[in-house]
T-cell receptor, first 113, second 109 residues
């Protein structure tokens, strides 16, 4: 089954404790991205990757890092999480950078206390 | 970043009713997309529109790419309880997607 998977689905952590949210897709998609979803603010792009070893900032990249060492994986790293990073995070992928149609993962709900 | 004006913000309807929602942009778009997000899940693509005036259906859903290229509409006919969720429009003048804030739909059986 074609899908985007994220882990963990739920995470509660404390300020400053480094964490990684994994994302993997099995569709051989070139383009992957991370979004955060907050009430009243909608979906905002954090980082995106057009292909292996190619990443770029989205609209709200501060406090986040990403890497794209393999085509299928695109982990999101929070080196020192803060409470304002409490949010619902989605990974998405699309066939290539010229494709608008994105496929989303199930989401990761992160709470930073 | 730039956001779309999506309306209404929320709707509460009776099962069987038709639903209409729309999105407007201040600039011309080349693409409009409509997604649905079920509670606890990620958005799922419903319909993609690539041409001004285009009218596309997906089951009971119909979406249109406005002639002015600054708006799009989504209609749901004969709503059922599983239509509950948040509907997002997205689009852009270039490859970077701009997202609406969503229309939350509740259906009373």
């Amino acid at each position: 089954e074609a899908q985007v998977t994220q882990n963990p689905r739920y995470l509660i952590t404390v300020t400053g404790k480094k964490l990684t949210v994994t994302c993997s897709q099995n569709m051989n998609h070139e383009y992957m991205s991370w979004y955060r979803q907050d009430p009243g603010l909608g979906l905002r792009q954090i980082y995106y990757s057009m292909n292996v070893e190619v990443t770029d900032k989205g609209d709200v990249p501060e406090g986040y890092k990403v890497s794209r060492k393999e085509k299928r994986n695109f982990p999101l790293i929070l080196e020192s999480p803060s409470p304002n990073q409490t949010s619902l995070y989605f990974c998405a992928s699309s066939q290539h950078r010229l494709s608008y149609e994105q496929y989303f993962g199930p989401g990761t709900r992160l709470t930073v206390t | 970043g730039q956001q779309l004006n999506q309306s209404p913000q929320s709707m509460f309807i009776q099962e069987g009713e038709d639903v209409s929602m729309n999105c407007t942009s201040s600039s011309i778009f080349n693409t409009w997309l409509w997604y649905k997000q079920d509670p606890g899940e990620g958005p799922v693509l419903l319909i993609a529109l690539y041409k001004a005036g285009e009218l596309t259906s997906n089951g009971r859903l119909t979406a249109q790419f406005g002639i002015t290229r600054k708006d799009s509409f989504l209609n749901i006919s004969a709503s059922i309880p599983s239509d509950v969720g948040i509907y997002f429009c997205a689009g852009g003048p270039n490859r970077k997607l701009i997202w609406g804030l969503g229309t939350s739909l509740a259906v009373n059986p």
